[in-house]
């Protein structure tokens, strides 16, 4: 049996049992009521904390969804490194990624929309959510390029790029759907992976044509 | 010679006319200082006319950005009408469409940052939003499904999936491009063609291997 906890120890974990509440009671609250709708009152109110509290915690309503960020990329890093060590090929190991994608709480479509929305907003936040997106990036590109050596992926491209093409459409497939909140996010996140692995060209054909560089055109198309 | 124009036809060139001006000193505004930042003072300034002609328009700010979607549509409408009279390969005629989708306007990442938003903002405009991106997939399903026609696109996916999924990527290439606003966007379209026409599979495989059903991951990941 250990000695029971210093002073420091258990004040630390104290803070840490807040932060958790603050966190779980604010992720509720967006995904009950919606983000934009959750004033930080809502939160302490239902965390049962003061405002200062609050406060010392999060300096503001989106640091909550950055400390969420935080969150995942310590669970993808995990999982990437537990990937490293298995022998399940990486192609599997990517569909699952997508597939984790549309579980609980992305079925929320309104905390969806408030993490796409933070991307969108104020300077300071979508500066935080870039250095995450590069940081998520980075450990994509690592198993892409394991999955390539392992002559699972193909290598003509850069594992970087690869990566890069993967979470943007990853990251399309979340936007349309929470437009409309329903519930085909994992047949849309099967549907990319599906496409993303095979491609659009013609499966009888045994390698997929390169296609020609156009002339560039004139009228610009945001649709 | 045909006659001088009746009244009503005046009437009706002088009302487009306006509508025109309130609609490119708007789009101006949005590039130039952000969405969010651009009051409707400030368009009716730059545009010369006063607020209650704006409201005569466009009842808010959003409708200029759905106005530019209807737009957007039509012109799709015309490009996709071209490319069935057309000998022209289908994939070519995709990649052009997202050729075009990173040239002028689009290079403006306040503009895209504000289509964006206005997908995640009010239920009003998104199921207005909805609305369009139904009809847009729509038309692509159509050019999709005259290239699965053809034999140069894979028929063992529904056109509607695949027009989907196309979507999605071009969407996701946007959104995670207006967190950086460089100009990366015509390289990052390229690329995301490029995967998804000829996937990721090995390219030395002479057919790419179907992934096998994983069962379902415990934990959630947002990214």
């Known amino acids: 049996m250990s000695a029971s906890p210093l002073p420091s120890d258990r004040r630390s974990r104290r803070s840490a049992e807040i932060r958790e509440r603050i966190f779980r009671a604010a992720l509720e609250l967006f995904t009950k009521q919606g983000f934009a709708e959750t004033t930080v009152e809502d939160i302490t109110n239902a965390a049962d904390i ?32 537990s990937a490293k060590h298995s022998s399940k090929p990486i192609p599997e190991f990517l569909q699952g990624l ?22 969108l907003s104020r300077e300071s936040v979508r500066e935080a959510m870039a250095d995450m997106q590069k940081r998520v990036l980075a450990i994509h590109a690592e198993i892409i390029s394991l999955g390539q050596r392992r002559g699972e992926i193909r290598s003509d491209l850069g594992a970087l790029e690869i990566a890069q093409v993967f979470r943007q459409a990853i990251f399309g497939t979340l936007l349309i759907w929470s437009l409309y909140g329903d519930g085909s996010l994992p047949e849309r996140i099967h549907s990319t992976f599906n496409v993303l692995w095979a491609g659009l060209a013609p499966r009888n054909s045994s390698e997929p044509r390169p296609i020609p560089l156009m002339a560039p055109v004139r009228a610009p198309l945001f649709f």
Do not use: C, W
């Open 98 to 119: 997508g597939r984790r994608m549309t579980e609980e709480p992305t079925r929320h479509p309104k905390i969806v929309r408030a993490l796409l929305l933070a991307f």
């Open 50 to 81: 003061g405002k200062g509290t609050f406060f010392n915690y999060f300096p503001s309503k989106d640091h909550i969804l950055l400390a969420f960020g935080e969150m995942q990329i310590g669970r993808l890093r995990e999982l990437v490194d």
